[in-house]
């Protein structure tokens, strides 16, 4: 986007924004949360919606001259329940934590227990985290990742939800490469009598393109992010059956947020139609072949990565065997200075802290959406294991940062016009 208006009225706001712009064309995404949003998703979020207050719902609006807000939500709505499959969408969360918040809200009453796993293990600040306001208004028990495989241990989900007897179990992570059993979660859920929310945030786009199981159907609430492998725009989503349909919408609106961000709705909406084209999927499985070529040439350099693989678009890498001196904040300060933007994580059986933890969690969305393929993701492991095994070397970093350049030219995130390049 050109920032030519902005500039004219705030030249320091336009330095700031054009900035931001370069940074994204000149290095690589991997936090496996980002994405770059089309040029149609950022016209739409920058339209006049957003001087529109449209509290309520299509067609029951508390203020006058609502029409048009009406077609944006009811097309989001419809398109939301064509990709996913529900038989009702909320599509008006701010964010994925509002999102989690309208399920409790509309579920819960303060001193309700949630079940979910632990932030260090791959959780979520929203699904309970004593400085969120879940861990303030709820009692709170987490399980855990196998430290040994890797993998969640259903048979210790079971046996806490049995002691616990949580009013609500929480699936769904952010820091996890493995597919998720949701079936499995829901017979837990049930045997206890608990809701199951399933919280999409990271897989919003997989889910939809069929590329990861589905929990909707399955689970009682699932909430999403739209701005993540979905690539809509930034924002949350909730899906649930009709049975639960009044309760949610209560919650969101007037529960827990005043007017909707019909920009980001409009957003949402184009960004929906694009992940309806036959195009989506085949990105979406991109992804997920890019994480797996990005794993297994790590894997090659000697690498460990947490579960020993990825079926996701995301791999976490544990430090501790192949760099023991090597933190995570070590790495993603010297990848971050030749261009390769990722972050530092804990890995279960955390030896570290959480702010020098001993992982890198890399994603592929964002680098699938400049076209990158399963051999650039290779050339982007090899660079990333050069720079993590001379994390102070200058001309290692120099070659590696002249590396990325050649790939974000190779990969160019905008055409010659300025645009955004369509995926493939
Ligand atoms: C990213 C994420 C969210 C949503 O985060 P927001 O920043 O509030 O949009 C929710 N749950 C999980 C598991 C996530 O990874």
Not at 132 to 137: E, I, R, S, V, Y
Request: glycine share 8%; net charge negative; proline share 4%.
């Amino acid at each position: 986007m050109s920032y030519d208006t902005v500039r004219g009225v705030d030249p320091a706001l336009a330095d700031a924004l054009e900035g931001e712009r370069d940074r994204q064309e000149h290095t690589l995404a991997m936090i496996a949360s980002e994405n770059h949003a089309s040029e149609a998703v950022l016209e739409a979020q920058s339209s006049e919606l957003t001087n529109k207050y449209a509290e309520g719902y299509p067609g029951e609006r508390y203020y006058a001259g609502c029409e048009y807000a009406d077609d944006v939500e009811e097309l989001a709505i419809e398109r939301a329940e064509e990709l996913w499959g529900a038989e009702h969408v909320n599509v008006q969360p701010h964010s994925g934590t509002q999102a989690n918040m309208g399920v409790y809200l509309a579920m819960l009453d303060p001193g309700d227990k949630i079940l979910s796993l632990e932030l260090e293990h791959g959780g979520h600040l929203s699904h309970g985290h004593p400085a969120n306001f879940t861990g303030k208004t709820y009692e709170v028990e987490q399980y855990e990742i196998d430290a040994e495989t890797g993998y969640i241990d259903y048979e210790a989900l079971d046996s806490l939800a049995d002691e616990f007897d949580p009013d609500i179990i929480v699936s769904g992570y952010s820091a996890y490469p493995r597919e998720v059993d949701f079936q499995r979660v829901q017979e837990t859920a049930e045997s206890v009598d608990a809701y199951h929310l399933a919280d999409i945030a990271h897989i919003t786009g997989l889910v939809a393109a069929g590329v990861h199981e589905s929990p909707v159907g399955v689970a009682d609430f699932v909430t999403g992010s739209t701005h993540k492998t979905i690539r809509a725009g930034r924002g949350g989503i909730i899906m649930c059956d009709e049975e639960y349909a009044d309760d949610i919408d209560a919650a969101v609106f007037p529960g827990a947020q005043g007017g909707p961000l019909m920009h980001n709705i409009a957003g949402k909406a184009v960004g929906f139609k694009e992940a309806l084209q036959p195009e989506f999927e085949q990105y979406a499985q991109q992804v997920v072949d890019n994480a797996k070529a990005l794993g297994q040439r790590l894997q090659n350099h000697g690498f460990s990565l947490v579960s020993e693989g990825t079926d996701t678009h995301l791999v976490l890498v544990d430090l501790r065997d192949s760099h023991p001196d090597t933190s995570g904040t070590v790495a993603e300060e010297a990848l971050e200075e030749v261009g390769i933007v990722l972050n530092k994580n804990t890995v279960p059986g955390e030896t570290r802290s959480p702010f020098n933890p001993s992982g890198i969690r890399a994603g592929t969305p964002a680098l699938t959406t400049r076209g990158f393929d399963e051999e650039a993701c290779e050339q982007v492991a090899d660079i990333i294991y050069e720079v993590v095994d001379n994390p102070d070397d200058e001309d290692v970093k120099a070659e590696a940062s002249a590396k990325v350049d050649e790939l974000c030219e190779e990969f160019s995130l905008y055409e010659g016009d300025g645009s955004i390049t369509d995926y493939e």
